[in-house]
């Protein structure tokens, strides 16, 4: 067990099993389709397979990964149809997100989401692929918490996780890393000026972009 997951480390073993499965998948470091070794896992994670096993019944209940008879875990793939609807689903849940969250929007919310921004660019400009996702992440769901609606936000962040791998995917391409920069500083010009139209505008376009550059990568 590395230090990070020491840290990390919660009460019980199936939490944190389940938070390290989860972070390897929507990191991408478990690539789609990629085999779940159960006993490469137990090993590393310093558990026994029970805590294990649970953890990945939840994450199959999630769509994150699949289960094959004789063969055993996968991580989930998408089909460019899945895509689709989970970023139409996004689209439909985020607008109510970002209108209930620009009406309710306070200079510290902006500030938050201001420091998420530098995160965002510092990776960015370091090329660093996971530390780009996790803080593009951390700049959506900040603005998504502004709305103070917690159900709302817990629907949209499973939306994400059955994404995520892919979009760290996406990060890989410089040309793609500058657009999503150029599109969060649009999204806090319209924030900053309290235009819940032009965020909703700005952030569809924002997904329209990810769809189209991450369908390549899908089955179709």
């Not at 902006?110 to 965002?120: H, M, S, T």
Request: hydrophobic share 40%; net charge neutral; glycine share 4%.
């Amino acid at each position: 067990m590395s230090p990070d997951q020491a840290r990390r480390r919660p009460p019980t073993a199936q939490q944190f099993v389940l938070g390290e499965l989860r972070r390897a998948i929507t990191t991408g470091r478990l690539r789609p389709g990629a085999p779940i070794r159960q006993d490469a896992l137990a090993e590393e994670l310093q558990v026994s397979r029970v805590p294990l096993r649970e953890a990945l019944k939840t994450l199959q209940g999630e769509g994150l990964v699949t289960y094959e008879a004789h063969r055993g875990y996968f991580v989930e793939t998408l089909s460019l149809d899945d895509l689709r609807e989970v970023y139409r689903i996004r689209e439909l849940l985020e607008e109510e997100a970002v209108r209930r969250a620009v009406s309710r929007l306070t200079d510290a919310d902006l500030a938050r989401l201001e420091a998420a921004q530098d995160d965002v660019e510092r990776a960015a400009a370091a090329g660093d692929v996971p530390a780009m996702a996790t803080a593009n992440r951390a700049f959506h769901m900040t603005l998504f918490d502004c709305a103070g609606m917690p159900r709302l936000a817990r629907l949209i962040r499973t939306l994400w996780d059955s994404t995520d791998a892919y979009r760290s995917m996406y990060y890989g391409d410089a040309g793609n890393r500058e657009r999503v920069i150029k599109e969060h500083r649009a999204t806090l010009d319209a924030l900053r000026r309290r235009s819940a139209d032009d965020a909703v505008a700005t952030l569809d376009v924002h997904r329209a972009h990810a769809v189209a550059a991450l369908a390549p990568l899908l089955d179709t």
